[in-house]
């Protein structure tokens, strides 16, 4: 399966952005759905993760508050909504998913990116 962001843009500091992760090839249903962010210069980073089954979600604190994600279905593995943007918060973003039984991500695909403007 290879899985693609969409939904980035331009927004102005204080905006809102809502990523979607869809899916293609054989899917499966994973152990959690994962969001990255990578900004020029700058390691890629963990932003946030939910759990497939039970919905437990994860939140880099840069992002705690502001960020929402959630999942949905195998097609259409989830969402990240992302309010009350900082310029900080300019990057590419990725989702990805963490198999059962696997410690690292697979999947990825190509980003998206989001610039926010001061």
């Known amino acids: 399966v290879q899985l693609q962001a969409s939904g980035g843009g331009l927004v102005q500091a204080g905006g809102s952005l809502r990523l979607s992760c869809s899916a293609s090839?054989?899917?499966?249903?994973?152990?959690?759905l994962a969001w990255f962010r990578q900004a020029p210069g700058k390691e890629r980073e963990f932003v946030a993760s939910i759990a497939w089954h039970s919905g437990n979600t994860v939140y880099a604190d840069s992002v705690k508050g502001r960020f929402t994600v959630s999942r949905d279905n195998a097609e259409n593995p989830g969402y990240l909504q992302m309010n009350s943007l900082k310029p900080e918060d300019t990057a590419v973003y990725y989702c990805?998913?963490?198999?059962?039984?696997?410690?690292?991500?697979?999947?990825w695909g190509q980003g998206t990116q989001v610039t926010v403007s001061s």
């Open positions: 990805a998913l963490r198999r059962v039984g696997r410690s690292d991500y697979c999947c």
């Open positions: 090839g054989r899917t499966f249903s994973p152990l959690l």
